[in-house]
């Protein structure tokens, strides 16, 4: 998805490294549907279309990770380095 097209602004390249964004957020894997709909609530909440933010996570992926995972770890969560999903 990296070209804006109208059949793509408002669907998510529901990949590895979305899984990995939503481990730390939800501490689950959830189904493909499921994840599209949390990324799309994100989108809603901030004002972007499902586009724009699969191209800020896609760029920002390892700094926001990061900042999730740590976090997570200072909040005594589980991360995705030390649990797996289920």
């Known amino acids: 998805m990296d070209v804006y097209h109208p059949l793509v602004q408002n669907h998510f390249a529901v990949d590895t490294r979305l899984y ?6 939800v501490f689950a894997k959830p189904s493909f549907d499921e994840s599209e709909a949390i990324f799309k609530g994100i989108a809603a909440r901030i004002g972007i ?8 996570l896609y760029c920002q992926y390892r700094v926001i990770l990061a900042g999730l995972r740590a976090i997570n770890a200072r909040d005594g969560y589980p991360t995705k380095t030390n649990s797996s999903p289920s």
């Open 20 to 25: 990995d964004i939503l481990w730390e957020l």
């Open 49 to 56: 279309d499902a586009w724009a933010l699969d191209r800020i």
